[in-house]
Antibody
Framework: EVQLVESGGGLVQPGGSLRLSCAAS????????MSWVRQAPGKGLEYVST????????YYADSVKGRFTISRDNSKNTMSLQMNSLRAEDTAVYYC???????????????WGQGTLVTVSS | SYELTQSPSVSVSPGQTASITCSGD??????VCWYQQKPGQSPVVVIY???KRPSGIPERFSGSNSGNTATLTISGTQTMDEADYYC?????????FGTGTKVAVL
C-alpha cells in the first residue's frame, strides 16, 4: 500500500524558514517524480515544486522560485521542501504527491499525503 | 502560462446528472485528470488520462476530452459526491490545476 506522510508544518514568522518532509512507502521511490502541492485556506490547489526520481532535475512555480528548494534522499525514501523567506501568502496546507507515470515522465498524481499546515504570521 | 478554467459551482438533485467542464487552449491534445476533494481531506483521483477510472471509483463517474474542453460527468449523483472537483493537465514542466468546481447535491 502506497503511503505518503508529511511532517514539519507549523507557525512561522514572516521572513522565517521551515523545512517540510515527506516519508514514502509502498512503491519503488526512486522510479517516480515527487511533488509538493499547496492549498491556501478556502482556496484551490496550487502546484509548488517537482523533483525527478533521480533527483537530477527540479521544477518550481514562479511564486516560490528562489525561495523554496526541493530535494530527496532515495536511500531513505524521503522528500523535503526547504522554505525560506516565507510570506503570509505561503500560508497553506502542503501536500506531498506522487506522479503516476514514473521513469522520467510526468502526467498526474495518483497518491497524495494527508497534508501539513504551514502558517506564516507574526 | 497555461490556464485551466472551471465554473465555480454546479448544483444537482440526487439521482440526476452533473457535468463539470474544464477549459484550456487545445486541452484535447493533453491528458486530463480529475480530482475529488471533500472538506478536510486530500484530493482523490476519480478520472485519469481523460476517461479512465481508478479501481474503487464508482462507474457513475466518467470523463471526456476534446477540442478545448474536458468534461467530468457524474451520472445518478449521490449525496456522497458533494465535493470540490479539480481538473489537471501537464504543460511545460508544470502540473496545471483548474480553478475548481464545488458540486452541491440538493
Amino acid at each position: 500500500e502506497v503511503q505518503l506522510v508529511e511532517s514539519g508544518g507549523g507557525l512561522v514568522q514572516p521572513g522565517g524558514s521551515l523545512r517540510l518532509s515527506c516519508a514514502a512507502s509502498g512503491f519503488t521511490f526512486n522510479n517516480y517524480a515527487m511533488s509538493w502541492v499547496r492549498q491556501a485556506p478556502g482556496k484551490g490547489l496550487e502546484y509548488v515544486s517537482t523533483i525527478t526520481g533521480s533527483g537530477g532535475a527540479t521544477y518550481y512555480a514562479d511564486s516560490v522560485k528562489g525561495r523554496f528548494t526541493i530535494s530527496r534522499d532515495n536511500s531513505k525514501n524521503t522528500m523535503s521542501l526547504q522554505m525560506n523567506s516565507l510570506r503570509a501568502e505561503d500560508t497553506a496546507v502542503y501536500y506531498c504527491a506522487k506522479d503516476s507515470r514514473g521513469y522520467g515522465d510526468f502526467l498526474d498524481f495518483d497518491y497524495w499525503g494527508q497534508g501539513t499546515l504551514v502558517t506564516v504570521s507574526s | 502560462s497555461y490556464e485551466l478554467t472551471q465554473s465555480p459551482s454546479v448544483s444537482v438533485s440526487p439521482g440526476q446528472t452533473a457535468s463539470i467542464t474544464c477549459s484550456g487552449d487545445k486541452l484535447g491534445e493533453k491528458y486530463v485528470c480529475w480530482y475529488q476533494q471533500k472538506p478536510g481531506q486530500s484530493p482523490v483521483v476519480v478520472i485519469y488520462q481523460d476517461t479512465k477510472r481508478p479501481s474503487g471509483i464508482p462507474e457513475r463517474f466518467s470523463g471526456s476530452n476534446s477540442g478545448n474542453t474536458a468534461t467530468l460527468t457524474i451520472s445518478g449523483t449521490q449525496t456522497m459526491d458533494e465535493a470540490d472537483y479539480y481538473c489537471q493537465a501537464w504543460d511545460s514542466n508544470t502540473y496545471v490545476f483548474g480553478t475548481g468546481t464545488k458540486v452541491a447535491v440538493l
